[in-house]
């Protein structure tokens, strides 16, 4: 088997309104489970209040509090890198993609110098698609239709991608969250090339696709990356690495086991690229 990797993990409830437990003890159950090294990637903190997550709301924080939180979030998992030495921890941080956003992310690089960052997408034209499913519904009446929904997800995450290039790439296919016939929206010709596109410039710039194995664990039958995209990724000799998304000690590894055996049975070779810092 190979070694247990997480590129995309590490939420504690101490930094995400969303996740629970303390990042230490979230830290110790990765070291229980001999991960040879994990990413943390807790979210950055929004541009303005605007983009507050509920459950961020409703524990009284603003955006200014949530930048102290993510401060002090990076002073704490540096400190536990150095205690817990013996597995490996990156010190990461995961994107937002809205209006305003891209400045605001290379600030926090410049300021903070994170080990690497996951670019990921939350929202299309500042419409949060990734929770409860009216959310998705209303983009969809917003962009006019699922496939204009789904061209459009993938134009942003190009733009995410030139604009930030990240060394990670988190859910690539995230936008099928709460579509339940996702699977048909990869054969029609307009998605199919952004995702093809989207590819081949993740190749050019050598960046690694996060494996996400969370979905399982929230009942859906594959993780992201859905397998046609996974094996395009495969053809174009993309970097692709598990990612536990763990939110508690209790999603700590969940699954990737199965993640890794699927892509080994894709043909995926098991020997998992680290992350770099990649600045724009």
């Known amino acids: 088997m190979p070694d247990l990797v997480s590129v995309h993990g590490g939420h504690s409830g101490e930094f995400c309104s969303h996740a629970k437990d303390t990042l230490e003890a979230i830290i110790q159950a990765y070291v229980r489970r001999n991960f040879r090294w994990v990413g943390i990637t807790e979210h950055m903190p929004p541009l303005n209040d605007a983009f507050l997550?509920?459950?961020?709301?409703?524990?009284?924080?603003n955006s200014r509090k949530s930048f102290d939180r993510f401060s002090t979030y990076v002073e704490t998992c540096r400190r536990l890198r150095e205690k817990y030495a013996s597995s490996k921890i990156f010190v990461g941080f995961e994107t937002e993609w809205y209006t305003g956003s891209a400045d605001l992310v290379h600030r926090l690089v410049d300021q903070f110098e994170p080990d690497y960052i996951v670019g990921s997408l939350h929202h299309v034209d500042d419409i949060l698609i990734d929770g409860k499913p009216e959310l998705f519904w209303r983009a969809v009446e917003t962009l006019g239709s699922v496939e204009a929904l789904y061209c459009r997800y993938f134009d942003q995450?190009?733009?995410?991608?030139?604009?930030?290039?990240?060394?990670v790439i988190g859910h690539f296919d995230l936008?099928?969250?709460?579509?339940?016939?996702y699977a048909?929206?990869?054969?029609?010709?307009?998605?199919?090339?952004?995702?093809?596109?989207?590819?081949?410039?993740?190749?050019?710039?050598?960046l690694i696709l996060d494996f996400n194995v969370a979905a399982l664990r929230k009942g859906a039958l594959e993780p992201y990356i859905s397998?046609?995209?996974?094996?395009?990724?495969?053809?174009?000799?993309?970097?692709?690495?598990?990612?536990?998304d763990s939110h508690g000690v209790d999603s700590v590894g969940l699954q990737v086991e199965e993640g890794i055996k699927i892509l080994l049975d894709a043909g995926f070779t098991g020997q998992w690229a680290k992350p770099v810092v990649t600045r724009s």
């Open 227 to 244: 397998r046609p995209i996974l094996l395009q990724a495969l053809d174009l000799g993309i970097s692709v690495v598990p990612g536990d």
């Open 157 to 167: 995450q190009l733009e995410l991608i030139n604009a930030l290039r990240p060394s």
């Open 175 to 181: 936008i099928r969250m709460h579509d339940p016939d």
């Open 184 to 206: 048909m929206r990869w054969d029609i010709p307009e998605i199919q090339w952004r995702i093809r596109r989207n590819l081949k410039r993740i190749k050019e710039l050598e």
């Open 53 to 61: 997550y509920i459950e961020e709301r409703e524990t009284g924080l």
